[in-house]
């Protein structure tokens, strides 16, 4: 049966992508969106899959369209922040999920240590390499990101992002009405849930296993990534548990004005399209923000009987949140855990993630497949000065081992990577990141901002009542409204610091949207 929306047009479904895939090992693309057919609806709410937001240029910023070209073409010691806490960390997985989804080669087609053209890119383990694990595998084996169907052969490779571009709850709702049946309870507005050992969940993918306690990655959402962390499944469920009942400003610091700025109304001129280079590299910083261990606390703040547990322990686990007390004691473990600075990556994620795979390699490859030019090209597109020599290096890497070693690495300037060069830049003043990832990150916020019609402060949307009331929500009020027994949060959510009853935080008057 073909689904089609209220224009009558043919909706793609992740499931075709995948048959695609499978198949073909390419990716359909939408090519094609009617807004002047139910252009009453099109005005005033928004498509599953983000399709006429832009009335001129229907398919900006919609799902299962490529990636913007890139801005350019190609010619161990862990510090914790002591204002944010891990929270900011979980918030910021959450976002890039929402914002992108690229999909990959099944890696399947990707099980020697070959490179193979168009599907696998094998990175070779040296005699001398201290783990184990990859030397008896003799490499790291990294799947392409998919070809969209008629690229990369006379024309440029492209890759399909699967979400759409806008920040309006892809990884909950989906990005395709023809995928909404999944989570949508029949004919109402509410979201699928089940009642398991105690909680209000998410359902459970009956198609791996017959019972969740049978199941490891188990749980159905808008976005088939919400199983890689727990963490990132406690965020899922509090967000679907909010509908059925201030995170830039601090990765960015001081550059937020100056990147971001001002809302100055919606602008049809602007392009939302994701850049190539902020989902391959730039908004992989938060890879770095990852912890080795985790905490589980009571509703008095102290360890619970389970204890901690490591990011490893938590990945693709999801029983160790049904059976391990919920939600709530992962979420206060966050709450005044400190937040990791992004410079360095933990062993959790170069040695031990998914058994065997270096998250930093599968980084620095997945820039190398599309396209991304290097580190010292984007440096020059930000502003910065042009660097011949490592040392030209000194204004943004002040460490002179950290120099030494990007020396021995590559060689020559040219030939550093994007993220890695990116990732190592001292954070801008008050942030997280350095100046290079600052330049890319912020000016994407601003297009995803002014290029959506339906953004909450675009004129006419909201009455100036109604926007009074958005404006008291907070990350703290979604803790504390949808939590299982949450009664304190932080003041702010994403700072270490006075924790206060939920009592004290504002609620939004629904009164105000009464006709």
């Known amino acids: 049966m073909n689904i089609t929306d209220l224009s009558g047009r043919r909706a793609l479904t992740q499931e075709e992508v995948v048959r695609s895939n499978m198949a073909f090992s390419c990716v359909p693309r939408l090519d094609e969106a009617e807004c002047q057919r139910s252009l009453c609806y099109n005005l005033y709410y928004r498509t599953m899959d983000g399709t006429c937001n832009n ?54 087609k990707c099980n020697i240590c070959q490179n193979i053209r168009g599907r696998c890119m094998a990175v070779p383990i040296l005699p001398k390499d201290p783990n184990k694990t990859f030397k008896s595998n003799r490499c790291i084996r990294v799947s392409r990101s998919s070809a ?52 209000r969940l998410l359902p459970f993918d009956t198609r791996t296993c017959r019972n969740a306690a049978s199941c490891s990655a188990i749980f159905i959402a808008g976005d088939s990534r919400i199983n890689l962390f727990i963490g990132l499944s406690s965020y899922h469920i509090i967000l679907t548990r909010e509908h059925n009942r201030e995170f830039l400003p601090a990765i960015l610091g001081n550059a937020f004005a100056t990147t971001v700025g001002h809302y100055r109304g919606y602008n049809q001129n602007v392009d939302p399209t994701l850049v190539n280079e902020f989902n391959s590299a730039a ?28 990011f490893v322990e938590g990945t693709l686990h999801t029983d160790r949140l049904i059976f391990g007390g919920g939600i709530d004691p992962i979420l206060r473990g966050m709450m005044i855990l400190p937040v990791k600075r992004p410079q360095r990556l933990t062993r959790s994620i170069t040695e031990n993630m998914f058994g065997n795979t ?77 100046p290079t990832f600052a330049c890319i990150i912020g000016p994407q916020f601003q297009r995803t901002r002014d290029g959506d019609r339906f953004y909450y402060e675009n004129p006419g949307i909201f009455t100036r009542a109604q926007l ?6 907070s990350f703290s009020r979604l803790l504390c409204d949808n939590g299982d027994n949450i009664s304190k949060v932080p003041r702010e959510a994403f700072r270490i610091g006075q924790m206060i009853s939920c009592g004290q935080i504002s609620q939004i008057d629904l009164s105000k949207w009464k006709e």
């Open 283 to 310: 908004f992989r910083f938060g890879h770095g923000m990852i912890q080795e261990i985790y905490l589980r606390l009571d509703q008095h703040f102290h360890n619970t009987s389970l204890g901690s547990f490591s």
């Open 55 to 108: 009335l001129f240029r229907p398919l900006r910023g919609a799902a299962f369209r490529p990636y913007n070209s890139r801005l350019i073409l190609s010619s161990r010691k862990s510090v914790q922040h002591g204002e944010y806490n891990a929270l900011l960390m979980q918030w910021g997985q959450y976002l890039i999920h929402e914002m992108a989804k690229t999909t990959l080669v099944p890696s399947a």
């Open 358 to 434: 270096d998250l930093g390699t599968i980084n620095i490859q997945r820039g190398r497949d599309h396209g991304l030019p290097s580190y010292t090209r984007f440096r020059q597109f930000c502003g910065l000065s042009r660097a011949t020599t490592f040392n030209d290096f000194s204004r943004e890497i002040m460490n002179p081992k950290i120099r030494a070693k990007l020396k021995q690495v590559y060689g020559t300037p040219d030939k550093v990577d994007l993220f890695v060069g990116g990732l190592l830049e001292d954070p801008v003043q008050r942030g997280f990141v350095g």
């Open 148 to 199: 969209i169907c008629g690229s990369g052969k006379q024309k440029p490779r492209q890759q399909l992002n699967e979400n759409t571009n806008f920040i309006d709850g892809s990884p909950i709702y989906g990005s395709s009405v023809g995928d909404l049946h999944k989570f949508r309870e029949g004919k109402t507005g509410f979201l699928k849930t089940v009642f398991f050992n105690g909680f």
């Open 468 to 473: 009074t009331e958005i404006r008291k929500s």
